[in-house]
């Protein structure tokens, strides 16, 4: 299985984080590239309802949605969206829609949960080590918290640089 983070719904063609923001009308959104004999549509789709809350109207932006790339997904997923009515107490607002074009995010938004897993590690060694531990504590501890702070600044520079990235 392989997943991309990505942009679809809307008629932008040249969708990036900021156009998304601005109200475009892409989806923030993920493909998933899957094989049936190893895990079903229908497991997909449990795992789907069970990342979010569907009974929360969002803004297109952050919708609930499903794209299905084939019939057959379509009759399964309007399937399992009338027995979510059917069993919530909330409303439903999750969108079935027709397939569009997918529009890759930028680089510093894939696996973006375990770049920042990491950089939250990091920022809690560079605060024990800046404000916690006495100086002098860890051998080269100075030099540590500047080594530290420059990893933290430079795992950024992605999203920093992604702002001229449709200039090149």
Known sequence: MRTEVGYTGG???????GSVCAG???TE???????????????LLEVFWSLHNPSQRMTEQYKSAIWPQTPDQARIAAAVIA??????AL??????EAP???YKAESYHQNYKSKNRLRWGLVAVYF??????PPGTVPQQALLVQVIGGVIFASYLPQLLSVFEKFF
């Open 11 to 17: 008629e932008n063609t040249k969708p990036d984080y």
């Open 24 to 26: 475009d009308g892409h």
């Open 29 to 43: 959104a993920l493909k998933i590239v899957y094989d049936p004999a190893v895990i079903s549509y229908e497991r």
């Open 83 to 88: 027995a979510k009515e059917k069993t919530s």
């Open 91 to 96: 409303p439903i607002f999750t969108d079935l």
């Open 100 to 102: 569009k074009e997918f």
């Open 128 to 133: 024990l080590a800046s404000n916690v531990l």
